[in-house]
């Protein structure tokens, strides 16, 4: 149990993948315009990385290894993920037309999100057991789904605030994520990795 | 090499065969009424009725805000399709929102065009070529017969042609 919390803590905070070790922007600037958006892109990407980190810790210790092919880590991956997030598609797209639409190409993107390979390779890496793993997916799940859905709360607010011309639009909020990713510099040290 | 390729092969094959799958067994789920508007619609985006597109137009519909008769494209079709599906009453197609149909389709008059792109970027399904200071031409197949190119051309070189059908082109 205690694995549990320190594994998902130390992913979702003290490394959080789009603050911390900076992977996943693209979404991240993208996607979260709304709220709304940013939390089912959130809820999606959080499904397919779960999901991505198990699938990928099984092919890598029960087909990969056995067969000595640890060279074709990236592309299996690659092909793993591709199918998630492919699923992950049509699931939002049968179930709830209206998020489709939000989130247009961001949803087929999470494929190129390089979160999403990063915590499958990170896995194999750190050699964790398949409880880890999935840990570690879900915990940087949680912290992307964190960051991303306050990131655009805070860019809700920063449209009806009397920005300077000069920083209008991107700048500001690249400075906001700049200001969020030290203070989440404050967690390190918090669970020893 | 050989069991490279063999391993790669089943993965793509599992990973293809469990997507096929899900296609089959998960149901679209058709009781949003939205989307059952939208699929009645001619979905080519013109924008004539007053919405930003067919969705834009499906959702005011559903809510009750707008009237079916507002889609010059659909024609008086559509608008008894919308009747049928909506149990509302069958009215006549508004004429007041255009002339935009599928029985014509745009000309570009190539001696007055000046090359400057901006129909280009007006047309919905992308059936105009071109590059800027090029000769712009019109797709015929993929000319949905909109209209949204006249207003942004700046010499007026675009007119509307009814559409030659198959025996008389």
Excluded at chain 2, 94 to 115: K, N, P, T
Aim: glycine share 10%; aromatic share 6%; with cysteine.
């Amino acid at each position: 149990m205690e694995l549990f919390f320190t594994t998902i803590l130390a992913a979702a905070l003290v490394n959080n993948f789009v603050l911390v070790q900076f992977l996943g922007l693209c979404p991240f600037m993208g996607a979260s315009r709304q709220v709304e958006g940013a939390l089912g892109l959130s809820l999606a990407t959080g499904f397919v990385l779960t999901l991505s980190a198990a699938l990928s810790h099984i092919i890598q210790g029960w087909i990969l290894e056995p067969l000595s092919l640890e060279y074709l880590r990236l592309t299996s991956f690659m092909l793993i993920i591709g199918g998630a997030v492919q699923a992950t598609e049509l699931m939002v797209r049968r179930m709830n037309a209206t998020l489709h639409a939000v989130l247009g190409i961001y949803l087929p993107l999470i494929a190129s999100n390089c979160a999403v390979l990063g915590v499958a390779l990170l896995n194999t890496n750190s050699s964790r057991s398949l409880f880890e793993a999935i840990c570690y997916g879900a915990g940087a799940a949680l912290g992307f789904g964190l960051v991303l859905t306050t990131f655009g709360a805070l860019r809700a607010r920063l449209e009806t605030n009397d920005v300077p011309q000069a920083f209008r639009g991107n700048a500001i909020a690249l400075i906001t994520a700049g200001i969020m990713s030290l203070a989440f510099l404050g967690f390190t040290g918090l669970v020893r990795t | 090499m050989l069991t490279a390729a063999a391993t790669l092969a089943l993965i793509a094959a599992v990973v293809g065969g469990l997507l096929w799958l899900a296609d089959r067994r998960v149901p679209q789920r058709s009781a949003d009424p939205v989307h059952r508007i939208e699929a009645l619609l001619p979905r080519i985006q013109c924008g004539q009725c007053g919405f930003a597109g067919c969705l834009a137009y499906a959702k005011a519909i559903a809510d009750g805000g707008a009237a079916i008769n507002l889609c010059p494209p659909g024609g008086q079709e559509t608008v008894d399709q919308l009747a049928i599906l909506l149990g509302r009453e069958r009215l006549a197609l508004d004429e007041h929102r255009g002339s935009a149909s599928l029985a014509q389709i745009a000309l570009i008059d190539e001696a007055v065009c000046i090359g400057c792109n901006l129909c280009l970027r007006a047309c919905p399904v992308d059936a105009i070529i071109g590059a800027p200071q090029f000769m712009h031409t019109v797709i015929a197949d993929e000319c949905t017969g909109c209209e949204l190119c006249l207003a942004p051309c700046p010499v007026d070189c675009i007119s509307m042609r009814p559409r030659l059908s198959e025996a008389n082109a």
